[in-house]
């Protein structure tokens, strides 16, 4: 009888897996080597679908097992879903370093956990680290960096909190801050830092939800605010939002963040974030800018993860530009599992994806054309677009009191 | 705490090809940050608090007026 592989987190199958994971990661952007991932997606596969009891089954259910995967296309992806209905953890999950929520779980109910070890944590930080540096952070060591969210202290369970953290403390400098507080929305030092810019002639990133920045912008344009934020000053979002609270193109929300903050169109980088993908996907537009590049915006594919974009109905894959779900295959993803399918509306373009909306199953109805005009994908919620607005109501009192004592 | 359209959510037992389209499609990022500021700006107390925060920066700034409106 055959000795029984062992899969634990101290297992050589393991170590050596994340070891050639991380080395495959670090080649960078210019890696071609569809042969080296196809292996190392076949061995992850090996291990979730021996580690990952629920997805085993569906797997079994598929017919597709490790011995008879010969592809990475031929992995079962996960309905995002299951990240919440199930432990999707291929380790123990008494040794995980992290632990937080699923995408789109605002129910405490039915909240899922996202888990990952120490080895998965070093796969995100250095797949994110350097896909952060490349496409946000390129041609600046250091910044000012706003954050619209709270801190991973104050919200340990919000995936976005504990990912910009590691983005404050690897890109920002020490006067980086918070927006988002145990008091709320700090408004004062929002535009504190925004008039300190233009003064000091020093750039600023604002990085976080999208749905702030919009509410933001938006309650500048009623009251009439506007800044002029020195060159290199960017702001990068994340999040999306439902489109509830008036509308906003993408279009628009670049022409607001040039009105009323002086940013550049191509220093607006939005990124596609989510708890059941380790590796976050940007915007190419800064990085071209800065090769002087001419080439339209999408959400670049990092040469350790895959995107598909699938038919709704059958879950076979679409030629480029046609509308469906967005699939992803992510190396990074070692903890959990390889290949997730979202409920992401996407495109595929000639060389990335772009994600337009999130579909919510109504039978025989798919009506992409009427949300493919959103920023950063709308999946926010009403009741959060009464909330913000609420809460930016009195921006212009503050800003003229902050401006008058100047 | 935010609930927002949980009870129509259907139970799985298994992973199946049914859970795709049957999420929550909701952020839960940006419902932390709209929940946050629900809870926090608003009434006497957090009024009272942004009005102590803007006095701290009167204080603190300078007579530097060079902003516009």
Redesign the interface.
Known sequence: MPEKTDYSLESDFVKELDRDILEFIRRGMENQDEDGFNKLTLREFELQYNTIEPYKKYCDKKGITPDIAGNWMQIPAVPSLAFKEFVMASFSVDKAEQAYFTSGTTDPRRKGSILRDKGAVDLINAANGLLTRKYVFQNVERMKILLMTPSPQMAPGIGMAVGLDRVRTEFGTPESAYLITPRGLNVEVLLKALLDAENSGKPLALVGSTVGFIYFLQACETEGLSFKLPHGSRICDGGGYLGQFGECSREEYFEKCSRVLGIEEYYCINVLGMGEISTNFFDNVLDNHLKGKDEERYKVIPPWTRTEVVDITNRIRLPKGEVGLLRHYDLANRSMVLAVQTDNLGFETDYGFEIIGRWKKKPGKLDAEEIKAGHGGKIMTQLGNFLLRRSLKKIGNVYRKIAKER | ??????SK?K??S????E????????????????????????GKE?KT??KK??NS??KK?????????
Request: hydrophobic content about 40%; some cysteine.
């Open positions: 705490m935010i609930i927002i359209r949980s959510i139970k799985f298994e992973i199946t090809d859970m795709i389209g049957a999420a929550d499609g909701i952020c839960s990022c940006a419902s932390t940050v709209s929940n946050i500021i629900n809870s926090q700006n608003k957090g608090s942004l925060k803007l920066l009167k700034f300078t007579n530097n007026n060079s902003c516009r409106q």
